[in-house]
Nanobody, 120 residues
């Protein structure tokens, strides 16, 4: 199972970005998908998660600004970010609880990270 994230970049405060993360692999089954971020000098934190049934959870600091969604047909999770702030600057990592290939049990997989920089 592999996760490929994209969509990061440089944006001014108040702007928007959309991150995407596509999962690939044979016999792929995915449960939860989510986004984490890690700012310089800080620990990695959960930003948002979307469960297999479609319910979502967000860290308080991004509620009403970020929206997580998924396209199950494409095995892809998205993070739409609006009203970006300087404190949103971080490397964003996608995460999926999945199994595939010869792996018969579920485990968590990580994407490679994509940098989001918000200039103030």
């Amino acid at each position: 199972v592999q996760l490929q994230a994209s969509g990061g970049g440089l944006v001014q405060a108040g702007g928007s970005l959309r991150l995407s993360c596509a999962a690939s692999g044979t016999f792929l089954i995915i449960n939860d998908m989510g986004w984490y971020r890690q700012a310089p000098g800080k620990e990695r934190e959960l930003v948002a998660v979307i469960h297999s049934g479609g319910s979502t959870n967000y860290v308080d600091s991004v509620k009403d600004r970020f929206t997580i969604s998924r396209d199950n047909a494409k095995n892809t999770v998205y993070l739409q970010m609006h009203s970006l702030k300087a404190e949103d600057t971080a490397v964003y990592y996608c995460n999926a609880n999945a199994r595939g290939g010869s792996l018969w049990y579920f485990r968590y997989f990580w994407g490679q990270g994509t940098l989001v920089t918000v200039s103030s």
